[in-house]
């Protein structure tokens, strides 16, 4: 079975400081691995996705960065946080080549003071 | 400019009546429609999805209703019971299949089934 773990459960940090998120994918060779973020009772807006090791697609702006690498690791990061990086992070993979069907992770709540 | 909308943003119905959820979209090129559950601290799951060629399709208590020319679509959970209580979203895709395949979100609907 596969299974979608990230970490941290929860961040709490300050304006101005690094952040590194991680997801790692088990029992799934090669997926599509995506992340999502989402505001406080918002809305989830895909950030990035990627379908190989080394390759990472930019969906929307917003100072941060992805990399894969490896084929079962994605990782969300960005070297000065912002107050509005608030929210859920959700890291998800998918089937087969497309998005149609999502499996998330219990994502990472991070709260930037 | 939101191109998948959902109503109402909060819904209270009593246990065993049936909840309907609403969503419409812009994009008449949409053509995948899946609808996720997601309860507090966890990450969302599909819970059932139609493509834009079906305008029904039913599991077990869930049934959604398709209407491909008002661009509208109803997620109706019957029998409603305190355990679905959650926020459903629904989202919308086109080029099903196709690689990189974006899904785009509402911005759900906070369903809460009082005992």
């Known amino acids: 079975a596969q299974t979608i773990h990230q970490w941290p459960v929860a961040e709490i940090k300050a304006v101005g400081s690094p952040l590194s998120l991680g997801c790692t994918i088990k029992g799934k060779s090669s997926p599509n ?8 009772g ?7 996705y990627s379908i190989t090791v080394g390759q990472v697609e930019s969906v929307v702006q ?3 960065s992805a990399s894969r690498p490896k084929d079962d690791q994605f990782i969300l990061s960005t070297e000065k946080l912002l107050l509005s990086h ?8 998918s089937l087969g080549v497309s998005n ?12 930037v003071l | 400019q939101q191109q998948v909308r959902q109503s109402p943003q909060s819904l209270t119905v009593w246990e065993g009546e049936t909840a309907i959820l609403n969503c419409s979209y812009e994009n008449s090129a949409f053509d995948y429609f899946p609808w996720y559950q997601q309860f507090p601290g ?3 799951a599909l819970l059932i999805s139609i ?9 077990g208590r869930f049934t959604i209703f398709f209407n491909k020319r008002e661009k509208k679509l109803s997620l109706h959970i019957a029998d409603s019971q305190p355990g679905d209580s959650a926020t459903y979203f629904c989202a919308a895709s086109l080029n099903y299949g196709s690689s990189g395949n974006k899904l785009i979100f509402g911005i759900g609907t906070l369903l809460s089934v009082k005992p």
Do not use: I, M
């Not at chain 1, 691995?33 to 406080?40: G, I, K, V």
């Not at chain 1, 608030?86 to 993979?93: P, Q, R, T, V």
């Not at chain 2, 493509?51 to 599991?59: M, R, T």
């Open chain 1, 33 to 40: 691995l995506y992340w999502y973020w989402q505001a406080t």
């Open chain 1, 42 to 48: 918002g809305t989830l807006q895909q950030l990035f």
């Open chain 1, 62 to 64: 917003l100072n941060l």
């Open chain 1, 86 to 93: 608030s929210g859920f992070y959700l890291c998800a993979w």
């Open chain 1, 100 to 111: 149609e069907r999502l499996f998330f992770g219990h994502g990472t709540k991070l709260s």
């Open chain 2, 42 to 44: 966890e990450g969302p």
């Open chain 2, 51 to 59: 493509l834009s060629v079906s305008d029904k399709k039913e599991d």
